[in-house]
């Protein structure tokens, strides 16, 4: 690998995402084999990455997985390609408690350089005592270098590079201030403007990267070590297993964690179906509803009355299915839009899920069930109205930092339902999904 390099930030809304997709498409458009990688449990930011870049984008969690873990999905992403190219999340050193799950415990594990991009809206020469800072305050990672978001004129970026001479943090450059690189129109972060041209954008920002970066001085200063790594295969199909593996993907289910599926790859065989196009259920032993917008498509998924008798029929004869968030919400009776009209759903769980006053709630989980810890996050606006008690709730959930919190996982047969979305990639967590498979728990 020729370099690589973590993006990060201040705080949110300094402009990581549009900076790291136009690095990105930058790097591909020259012909580079670059893999994305995402600080925290983002599915949002990850699909862009795919698109910029033309590689899946594999989440870096901390609180999820295990430094061992990390270090080898770094490791084997990384084989074999010339740049990796990481985004933050939030600013560079926030976690979930002080700097424990922040983008700074991930430099420091993988030894990352960072690129630290700076929201100059409004300001100038003042960004000198925070790069100064940023660049001192932990001296376990290595600041190389920074780029300005919203920067108005070339005169405006004259004061920036001076505060980064007295601040001792090279600049690499900058984004101007125009509306055409900002992502319009997002629904929990996702951009639902149909007139919007992914490719387009990507290539207009990479335009004004490579217009306005120093990109061969940012892989100079990022530069590392020749790869040692041999090319490993990432979708290798189970081949000792009769498992058949059904996964949701489509419009309305979509929010997976890249290394969830390889790992079911792993298991047997993996088809995809769509709940909203597809009218049966393929034959299977294991199906996976991950979470995403059902809300966005509840006239199309109520009408497909084929595919929910199909799924209800599953799950009663005692198939083994698990829901997240989206897909949980798909199994109850009906989903109820923000403007309080129902749509009938699966039916398996007798509860209601509804858009509603939406609220939103998100956070790390941790679920105790029986004798495992299962690991994840909640990210979501609706709720439940729970009309009959026909599930137990069978873990006790908590937040990262150990306080219990209201997050139920049902169990119904052999379905497992809730709003956690779970990560089990890592072999050194997820024998509860094993155990699961298996019908140990």
């Not at 040692?228 to 419009?251: C, H, M, N, W, Y």
């Not at 509603?356 to 979501?380: A, N």
């Amino acid at each position: 690998m020729k370099a690589h390099l973590l993006i990060g930030a201040a705080s949110s809304g300094s402009g990581k995402t549009t900076f790291t997709l136009g690095l990105l498409r930058a790097l591909k458009n020259r012909g580079g084999k670059v893999r994305p990688f995402k600080c925290g449990p983002d599915y949002i930011d990850t699909r862009h990455h795919k698109e910029a870049a033309g590689f899946p984008s594999v989440n870096l969690d901390s609180f999820m997985m295990s430094e061992q873990h990390i270090r080898e999905l770094y490791q084997r992403y990384t084989s074999g390609a010339d740049y990796a190219v990481t985004e933050g999340v939030m600013g560079l050193f926030d976690g979930y408690d002080a700097m424990k799950g922040s983008s700074a415990e991930i430099v420091r594990l993988l030894n990352i350089p960072v690129v630290l991009i700076v929201n100059a809206k409004s300001t100038a020469y003042s960004v000198a005592p925070l790069l100064y800072g940023f660049r001192n305050f932990y001296k376990e990672i290595n600041i190389v270098g920074a780029v300005f978001n919203f920067v108005a004129s070339e005169s405006h970026y004259s004061f920036l590079k001076q505060a980064c001479e007295d601040a001792g943090v090279e600049a690499l450059g900058y984004l101007p201030k125009q509306a055409d690189v900002e992502i319009p129109s997002r629904h929990l972060g996702l951009t639902l403007d149909e007139a919007f041209c992914f490719d387009i954008f990507a290539d207009r920002v990479a335009e004004l990267v490579e217009k306005h970066v120093d990109i061969d001085r940012l892989l100079a200063l990022t530069a590392c070590r020749p790869d040692t790594v041999s090319p490993v295969s990432f979708l290798e199909e189970g081949q000792s297993s009769p498992l058949k593996i059904s996964i949701a993907r489509d419009a309305a289910f979509n929010f997976a964690y890249e290394e969830n599926i390889r790992f079911l790859h792993q298991l047997g065989k993996v088809t995809f179906f769509s709940p909203l196009k597809d009218s049966t259920l393929p034959e299977s032993d294991f199906v996976y509803l991950p979470g995403g917008y059902p809300e966005l498509f509840l006239s199309g998924l109520s009408a497909n009355r084929s595919m929910l008798q199909s799924i209800r029929n599953y799950a009663e004869a005692g198939g083994k299915l698990l829901a997240e968030c989206g897909g949980m919400m798909y199994l109850c009776n009906d989903i109820k839009s923000s403007e309080g009209t129902s749509y009938p759903v699966v039916g398996l769980l007798n509860q209601s899920a509804t858009m509603e006053q939406m609220k939103l709630r998100l956070g790390y989980r941790t679920l105790r069930y029986k004798d495992h810890i299962l690991t994840g996050h909640e990210f979501h606006y609706s709720r439940i109205e729970s009309q009959e008690e026909k599930l137990l709730s069978v873990a006790t959930a908590y937040t990262a930092k150990g306080s219990p919190v209201d997050t139920p996982l049902y169990r119904y047969k052999n379905v497992l339902a809730g709003y956690t979305h779970l990560y089990w990639g890592d072999p050194a967590r997820n024998q509860w999904f094993i155990d699961y498979l298996n019908g140990l728990i």
